[in-house]
């Protein structure tokens, strides 16, 4: 179970790193964490029940929540609906951003066939609301290492946002800055969510791996 990474874990969740490359959701087409979390628990002669209540695009890493029982999976759902759940990224950008932090809104339209998102001026049908925030900490000649915290959830978001202002981030081919060194350079680092059935306070972080383009970066908060 190398590719499995548990954070914290009890009877009605468990958190844990997703890798680089592996889904979010049950999916026949290639690796997925449920299957992974089952696996691990049906080892163990326990309850394998798992339910995924958000997503990391394939290409992300980094900090998620799954759903071990049937009755906690709508609260969960429901609390990231309600922004109850901060999740945090950090992300490496190709370029630097104008303000060292600050808040970015804006209107994205999903186009679903082709998987992609864009930036669009009005609203009509397929648009809703972005916002995030971002406080840049650290650089390179080239790179900005920024943290983020997400304000809504929607897809492709961070990288669009960014994107759609010069600021792709490195190795998001989708989205305008190809590195055959690495995929898009984007980790979910924090979550922070009130235990929907004991009313605890949790917060799990991860730093990203050691490797490139983290590495480039003198300290990874």
């Not at 901060?86 to 303000?99: C, F, M, Q, S, W």
Request: hydrophobic share 35%; proline share 5%; glycine share 6%.
């Amino acid at each position: 179970m190398s590719d499995l990474t548990i954070l914290y874990e009890d009877a009605h969740l468990v958190i844990c790193l997703k890798p680089v490359g592996v889904l979010s959701e049950d999916s026949e087409k290639g690796r997925c964490m449920p299957a992974l979390l089952r696996e691990h628990y049906r080892a163990q002669g326990k309850s394998d029940y798992i339910a995924t209540v958000h997503r990391l695009d394939k290409i992300v890493g980094g900090v998620m929540v799954f759903s071990r029982r049937r009755e906690v999976t709508g609260k969960l759902i429901a609390a990231i609906a309600q922004h109850e759940i901060t999740k945090e990224y950090l992300a490496v950008l190709r370029g630097h951003p104008e303000k060292p932090e600050d808040t970015l809104t804006d209107l994205l339209f999903r186009d679903a066939a082709h998987n992609k998102s864009y930036v669009v001026k009005r609203m009509r049908k397929g648009v809703r609301e972005a916002r995030l925030s971002y406080r840049e900490i650290g650089r390179t000649d080239e790179l900005s290492l920024v943290r983020i915290r997400l304000h809504t959830g929607r897809t492709h978001q961070i990288r669009v946002q960014f994107s759609s202002r010069g600021l792709p981030l490195l190795g998001d081919i989708r989205y305008g800055s190809r590195d055959d060194r690495c995929s898009a350079a984007l980790w979910s680092c924090r979550l922070s969510l009130r235990h929907p059935v004991t009313g605890q306070m949790l917060e799990v972080t991860a730093p990203p791996p050691e490797d490139y383009p983290w590495q480039l970066f003198d300290a990874v908060e």
